[in-house]
T-cell receptor
């Protein structure tokens, strides 16, 4: 079982729909990242959070540390949101390293 | 303020050749991470370096792969005697400090193709 699980693996939505991508993890963490990757493209960091909720434009990320769960929401989705969304956690090691452990990603396709 | 730079963006090598991938962290960042994304697979940690030191290489293959981050110049990921299974996208990321809440910023990646 992966330490970081994402659902769904694939998601197709119509333009304008509200989208939710979920991430569950089984290890202690000090922070969680949401990343975006377009096909064949680079990786863009959308959010880094360790508690509560963050909002940037149409994107909202929440985390529940007790339940070891995070969600990424996209409001009023648009075809340009089509990409792979990746959840990554920083293990709570107590100081030696903060390497990222990645989920397998969610492939989102928003149709016009 | 330029972001994380990686070069080359695309690299083609024949089996048995060497591949050198370069990563220049963001200005003021002294921590570099290398990650590999194999075709149709997720990202995996390879190595974490600070200036002149390898801190964590738990994700590096035991043979043919090495990394360095000299006092001056970019971080280098070196793959000797490449094989087809090394074909992947290699991303580096940098952060200012060690703490877990320090955000990592990713470079555009180097896509290595081994013929």
């Amino acid at each position: 079982k992966n330490e970081v699980e994402q659902s769904p693996q694939n998601l197709t939505a119509q333009e304008g729909e509200f989208i939710t991508i979920n991430c569950s993890y089984s290890v202690g963490i000090s922070a969680l990242h949401w990343l975006q990757q377009h096909p064949g493209g680079g990786i863009v960091s959308l959010f880094m959070l360790s508690s509560g909720k963050k909002k940037h434009g149409r994107l909202i990320a929440t985390i529940n540390i007790q339940e070891k769960h995070s969600s990424l929401h996209i409001t009023a989705s648009h075809p340009r949101d089509s990409a792979v969304y990746i959840c990554a956690v920083v293990l709570y090691y107590g100081g030696a390293t903060n390497k990222l452990i990645f989920g397998t990603g969610t492939l989102l396709a928003v149709q016009p | 303020n330029a972001g994380v730079m990686q070069n080359p963006r695309h690299l083609v090598r024949r089996r048995g050749q060497e591949a050198r991938l370069r990563c220049s962290p963001m200005k003021g960042h002294s921590h570099v991470y290398w990650y590999r994304q194999l075709p149709e697979e997720g990202l995996k940690f390879m190595v974490y370096l600070q200036k002149e030191n390898i801190i964590d290489e738990s994700g590096m293959p035991k043979e043919r792969f090495s990394a360095e981050f000299p006092k001056e110049g970019p971080s280098i990921l070196r793959i000797q005697q490449v094989v087809r299974g090394d074909s992947a996208a290699y991303f580096c990321a940098s952060s200012r400090e060690l703490h877990g809440w320090q955000e990592q910023f990713f470079g555009p990646g180097t896509r290595l193709t081994v013929l």
